[in-house]
């Protein structure tokens, strides 16, 4: 089983670039999110998404915009990327988005650089 | 609003030591405790979980009990192992709609021999 995979895993974007990290489930969940990962701070949320059709903003949405692009597939656009967003970037998916009983699973992480 | 507050890294040990690392929480509703592991240029990984009070939650070695009157959920293992090198974060998930995991600020462990 693939779980959450991400791509891509490393990627170097120069100021003002835009780009679209790509995340895949093939556990039929409904719920994904996007993390990021900063020395120091721990996982801050994205965004998130409870269910296909539906996107809800987190804790750090600015700079950033989604699609959940059907039930698999839950992309996140840096329209016009800034030195602020490098960072490491997880995708993760959970069964539902109510279920307190359940954890998430993680994808690998794409590693971003912005110079 | 809830949170997750985790003891400072880094911790650093000798292979086979006793391992603790605290984990206290703070929330609104009824929530779910999780502890996660990252090993190095990994994603995270569920290492175990607790649903309600007084469970206790373990794999690989690794044990916590969920403990509501002193809103704690701290990992132990009696012996560790290099190959438990990581940084681990506390979770925990509430009751609600659209509940999300929240999460510590996560603790590193380094394990020498």
């Known amino acids: 089983n693939a779980g959450v995979t991400q791509t891509p895993k490393f990627q170097v974007l120069k100021t003002g670039q835009s780009m679209t990290l790509q995340c895949a489930q093939d556990?039929?969940?409904?719920?994904m999110y996007w993390y990021r990962q900063d020395p120091g701070m721990g996982l801050r949320l994205i965004y998130y998404?409870?269910?296909?059709?539906?996107?809800d903003k987190g804790e750090v949405p600015n700079g950033y915009n989604v699609s959940r692009l059907n039930k698999r597939e839950f992309s996140l656009r840096l329209e016009s990327a800034a030195p602020s967003q490098t960072s490491v970037y997880f995708c993760?998916?959970?069964?539902?988005?109510?279920?307190?009983?359940?954890?998430?699973?993680f994808g690998s992480g794409t590693r971003l650089t912005v110079v | 609003g809830n949170s997750v507050t985790q003891m400072e890294g880094p911790v650093t040990l000798s292979e086979e030591a006793f391992l603790t690392i605290n984990c206290t929480y703070t929330?609104?509703?009824?929530?779910?405790l999780f502890w996660y592991v990252q090993y190095p240029g990994e994603g995270l990984q569920l290492l175990l979980k607790?649903?309600?009070?007084?469970d206790k939650g373990s794999n690989k070695g690794f044990e916590a009990t969920y403990r509501k009157e002193t809103t704690s959920f701290h990992l132990e293992k009696g012996s560790v192992q290099v190959s438990d090198s990581a940084v681990y974060f506390c979770?925990?998930?509430?009751?609600?709609?659209?509940?999300?995991?929240?999460f510590g600020t996560g603790t590193r462990l380094q394990v020498t021999l």
């Open positions: 998404s409870a269910s296909e059709g539906t996107t």
């Open positions: 929330a609104t509703g009824y929530p779910s």
């Open positions: 993760a998916s959970s069964p539902e988005a109510t279920g307190r009983n359940y954890g998430y699973t």
């Open positions: 556990m039929n969940h409904n719920s």
């Open positions: 979770a925990l998930r509430d009751t609600g709609t659209a509940s999300k995991l929240t």
């Open positions: 607790a649903t309600k009070a007084d």
